[in-house]
């Protein structure tokens, strides 16, 4: 129960967050930022009606796809996230625009954005729309990154935005939210657990890994190699550290074995103990 209700907590600051970032500073400027929403942005300035009804309007049928592809536990989350958007949205439009300088309102609109959106997708949920469409994605191609997935769909948005408008300047503002909010939230899913990967090769691998696991205190893996040119076995300590602690790592190497072999790679999507599960919650 503390478990759901801590992700529902995180839901609601999630949405209000998101629902600033459209109502404050993009829907009264008429920046589409893509996605369901800019959908409802574009509707909203056309058609007529209050940005946050259109978007739950156009999530009911996702939703429907969502329950049938995710189970009903993941759409009841994603349900909340919804309404909270809708209601929240609505109130944000009905103020007054913070600012109708259309750059400051790009900017400050898609850090809200992408921030709010990646603390919902951290609680396990969405926010419906095109959210759906690109977990959906995310299956088949887990080797893309959810920020990217979104500014490729949200682009076609844009573009639409552009042509409806018939005002090239706001389809530019649009995408440069597009672009910033999918960097902010690819930071909120996985910048806290960008590391630094090290494969190092030593004659001393067995005092550097004491060293390592009490001094770093991380844990390694040793892996069995063999030397292409002398044949000679090798064993290479593989092991993961949080961006802070890697100049320890690299000063404990330099001062053990000066002549080690060592590969320091970044690593930005990371699973299993001390980081995320393969479902994205921290263990």
Known sequence: ?????????????????????????????????GGVTGVSVILSHTVGGETGTWYLILNIPLIILGLYKFGGRFISYTFIAIVCNSIFTNIFSSCKAITNELLPAAVAGSLLVGTGLGIVLRAGATTGGMDIIVKLLRQKHPEI????????????????SGIIFKNFNL??????VVVVDGRVMDHILYGFNEARLYYIVSDKADELMKHILSDIEVGATVLEGRGAYS?????????????????????????????????IASANEIYGEGYMNIRGECV
Not at 6 to 15: D, P, S
Not at 146 to 160: N, Y
Request: some cysteine.
């Open 1 to 33: 129960m503390r478990k759901v209700v801590g992700k529902i907590i995180l839901i609601i600051i999630g949405t209000v967050i998101y629902s600033a970032g459209i109502g404050l500073f993009l829907d009264n400027n008429s920046i589409a930022p």
């Open 145 to 160: 990154k959810t920020g990217t997935l979104f500014i490729i769909v949200d682009t076609i948005v844009v573009i639409a």
């Open 171 to 176: 389809a530019m503002y649009a995408f440069i």
């Open 231 to 263: 044949s000679t076995h090798k064993e290479i300590i593989m092991c993961v550290v949080r961006k802070r602690r890697a100049p320890l790592l690299t000063e404990l190497v330099k001062e053990v074995d000066p002549k080690a072999f060592m590969v």
